[in-house]
């Protein structure tokens, strides 16, 4: 629960569902209490059945084909370059929602390299 408060609620506000594995984390009396007083859906799906949730699954097959065009160009080095797969995935339209995933859940684009060198009002008030 603390996790969950420190690093979900506390960024993003309190979500409607929270969708997890069956894992004991998720499923005791004192986080099915509190996400009841919160007024949240939990629901779960399983690790080895990701068909259970489709949004999971989509994004599992995005992911899967952008690491192996990565590795076929890179050898063996995927753990290097997942952040940068996820990073192309979160700043890629997407045409089912018509927006970036990371505009989703962030609120606003996110400030790519190419931008850093434009005067703008975003790369002016960026802090790193």
Not at 85 to 100: A, D, H, K, N
């Amino acid at each position: 629960m603390k996790f969950i408060w420190r690093n979900i609620v506390c960024h993003f506000g309190i979500p409607k569902e929270i969708i997890s594995d069956n894992g004991r984390q998720f499923q005791g009396r004192r986080i099915q209490e509190w996400c009841q007083s919160l007024h949240i859906r939990q629901r779960f799906t399983t690790v080895a059945h990701p068909q259970a949730n489709g949004q999971v699954e989509v994004t599992n097959r995005i992911l899967i084909q952008g690491i192996k065009r990565r590795l076929e160009r890179v050898g063996g080095n995927w753990a290097e370059k997942l952040t940068s797969v996820l990073w192309v995935y979160m700043t890629t339209p997407r045409g089912s929602i018509g927006e970036t995933p990371f505009s989703v859940v962030y609120g606003t684009e996110a400030i790519i390299r190419a931008e850093l060198g434009i005067p703008s009002h975003r790369v002016m008030n960026f802090s790193e």
